[in-house]
């Protein structure tokens, strides 16, 4: 049974104040989580303006077979940023055999057509 509210009904003016007082109360964690929100978003909108990238081999060492390669970063966001270490993973792709030419007038083997 539903009963509805008419105009000149008595109401209970106690509950109407307690259920505003609980949704009042919960105005303010709400804020907070959404402020919380705004703010991630906003230092990750930061974070995207940082960019590394991989400059070219500045000297290689065959005895020990090292590498020296810069690494570039560029700052384009507000904040400073400090980098401490990189972490690079170094995959081979492929091997390029770097074969002498072809002699004028020698006949080309099928390694030199590959």
Not at 28 to 43: E, H, T, V, W, Y
Not at 78 to 93: F, T
Request: proline letters at 7%.
């Amino acid at each position: 049974m539903s009963r509805h509210l008419y105009y000149g009904d008595r109401v209970n003016w106690v509950a109407v104040t307690a259920v505003g007082t609980v949704l009042a109360d919960l105005t303010l964690p709400l804020a907070l989580i959404q402020l919380g929100a705004l703010r991630q978003d906003r230092l990750r909108a930061q974070v995207s303006k940082v960019g590394a990238w991989i400059g070219t081999v500045e000297q290689m060492d065959e005895k020990t077979g090292s590498w020296t390669i810069p690494v570039l970063i560029r700052n384009g966001s507000e904040l400073p940023v400090r980098v401490d270490s990189v972490d690079v993973a170094a995959r081979a792709r492929r091997l390029l055999e770097l074969r002498p030419p072809v002699p004028p007038g020698a006949v080309p083997t099928a390694l030199d057509r590959a």
